[in-house]
């Protein structure tokens, strides 16, 4: 039989359970509460994690901009539309486009569909290159492709190919080049160490700021996190040559390559060599780079 | 062809009194000014953003314009108990519909100026040039677009009970053929008998308002100018359209017991 002494004793017991429950939960969910409040971005506490839904979708529509509207829907045949012309363009992402860019609409389905056409975009152009009208002298339109690469780097802070873009573009057609500093800065903010946005940012100082001596540093740090991204697995295994190994290739080479420029134009051979070395490994065109390694031997051996 | 006309003041004079109009004007203008604000890393010649925000808020406040007002015409007339003496007047049922269609559609010919005006000035603020042409050819189609939404209500106001019933119906379908329309065809081509042929007579059977709704994309991004040929085939296209809705309008009304 249960005595009133047990129910007191079962009773106490809930209590120090739930006491301990709640103060094992407490500082969980204070943790979380500070996290929220601590975000300032305004589109990720509103949607939550479905903001990154969002945000591809404004990168697409950037890239339907860079075709001044003349982009498929999910009706027609997008192969030649998987990877963002506007990011392939930069160099920076791996192409996964397949099929003729030009005409992914076929051939006039019925009259209806033919007579409609002369109502939509129907050419294949890029605002880099003009546009619609093909004048060269309006390139500076891409800027067009901005707004809706920055709501989306608002809405998926980590997703770096934005910051590339829209730094890729202001560099390099608008010549805004404090502009895209500022945009990879951020990009680190939200993605710290990141070596793509690393190497594009030594870019920058080299190339428009005239300061190879941080750009080294900054692709030697950009070096030091890539190879500290998965310290377990071996160089040659992470250099591989495949398409879904692009990215990992690619920010090798840049970074090994660039800083093999530098060491040769301060005259240090030897290193550059070693550089050109590690670029080679992670090459889709080794013989190229040997063709350079080459070049360096002799100049080094000319007395 | 003076009935027809006098109706149509009347309809004139009460759009000058309702607020939608202006309601939704204000909005359109404080949602583009507030956009235009933004700055894009100091660069003031992006407008492209802008104007597709501009050509979207008109064509939603033009739809919900023309489809509200037209919606409320004839049982408006009933409710106040003003039809049956105004078809005691020497004055016929199909001459009042025609009155009705008109007034309503010239009310969204003078909305869409004012709309149009400001889009322009908008656009030439950041552009600093002023492609009238391809404003007139986007502002003519868009017209002629809500001719053939005017007439679909008129029709839907005869058929349908309430005002309300009608708009949501009517609202629909705009959207359904907005987005879908182009596409029909495609759709019935991945289907099987007897859907294929349901579909396919759909596509053909339907008022292509997509047509001047995509039209948005060659203003957006300074597209060359639309031969006029076109331009004008697309307008007797929805004219086509107009005609049948009227006719089917002028036809129901007249069986319609009206007390």
């Known amino acids: ?303 | 062809m003076r009935n027809i006309l006098a109706i149509a003041k009347v309809v004139l004079v009460e759009m000058y009194r309702r607020k939608e109009f202006y309601v939704l004007f204000i909005l359109t203008v404080v949602i583009c000014l507030i956009m235009g604000s933004i700055n894009i890393f100091n660069d003031k010649q992006v407008i492209r953003y802008l104007k597709e925000l501009c050509l979207l808020l008109i064509w939603v406040s033009s739809l919900i314009i023309a489809i509200t007002m037209t919606a409320r015409q004839i049982p408006a007339e009933r409710e106040q108990r003003t039809l049956l003496p105004l078809l005691a007047k020497p004055l016929s049922r199909t001459q009042l519909i025609l009155g009705k269609f008109l007034g309503c559609w010239l009310v969204c010919g003078m909305c869409l100026i004012c709309f149009y005006l400001f889009f322009g000035a908008l656009a030439a603020s950041r552009e600093h040039e002023w492609p009238l042409m391809h404003y007139l050819q986007a502002a003519f189609l868009h017209w002629m677009a809500l001719g053939v939404v005017v007439a679909m209500s008129l029709l839907g106001s005869l058929v349908f009970a309430a005002p309300s019933s009608n708009s949501t119906i009517c609202f629909s379908i705009c959207a359904a053929i907005m987005c879908l329309g182009r596409y029909l065809d495609e759709i019935a081509l991945s289907l099987h008998e007897p859907g294929r042929s349901l579909v396919y007579g759909i596509y053909y059977a339907i008022p292509h308002l997509e047509i001047p709704f995509a039209m948005r994309n060659l203003i957006i991004h300074d597209w060359p100018l639309i031969e006029w040929k076109f331009v004008w085939l697309a307008a007797f296209y929805l004219v086509g359209y107009m005609a049948v809705f009227l006719a089917a309008a002028c036809l129901v009304f007249r069986r319609k017991t009206v007390n």
């Not at chain 1, 997008?78 to 099929?99: I, K, L």
Request: hydrophobic share 35%.
């Open chain 1, 1 to 303: 039989m249960i005595t009133g002494r047990t129910y007191g004793l079962l009773l106490a017991a809930f209590f120090v359970l739930c006491f301990g429950l709640a103060a094992d939960l407490q500082p969980q969910f204070q943790a979380i509460e500070n996290a929220r409040k601590q975000s300032d971005n305004f589109f990720i506490l509103l949607l939550g994690d479905s903001s990154r839904i969002f945000a591809n979708n404004f990168f697409t529509k950037a890239d339907a901009y860079y075709h001044s509207g003349y982009y498929p829907t999910i009706f027609d045949n997008n192969e030649a539309f998987r990877t963002a012309h506007m990011a392939e363009d930069t160099g920076a992402v791996a192409s996964h486009n397949e099929g003729e860019e030009t005409s992914f609409m076929g051939p006039p389905r019925d009259w209806l569909d033919a007579f409609g056409r002369h109502f939509i975009p129907n050419r294949h152009t890029h605002l880099d290159e003009g546009g619609p009208t093909d004048d060269l002298s309006k390139s500076s339109q891409v800027a067009e492709i901005l707004p809706w690469l920055e709501l989306s780097s608002k809405l998926d802070p980590e997703d770096i190919r934005t910051y590339l873009v829209m730094a890729y573009w202001l560099r390099n057609s608008l010549n805004k080049v404090s502009e895209a500093e500022r945009v990879l800065r951020e990009g680190l903010r939200n993605n710290p160490g990141n070596p793509q946005l690393l190497y594009e940012l030594g870019r920058i100082d080299n190339e428009n700021y005239n300061n190879p001596a941080q750009a080294r540093t900054i692709w030697e740090a950009a070096l030091r996190t890539w190879e500290g991204e998965e310290p377990n697995i071996p160089l040659a295994d992470r250099l591989k040559l495949s398409n879904e190994n692009f990215d990992n290739r690619f920010i090798y080479e840049q970074l090994e390559t660039h800083l093999a420029q530098l060491e040769e134009k301060a005259g240090n051979n030897a290193a550059a060599i070693a550089d050109l070395q590690q670029a080679e490994l992670a090459s889709p065109k080794p013989e190229d780079i040997q063709s350079q390694i080459d070049e360096l031997r002799q100049k080094m051996n000319k007395p």
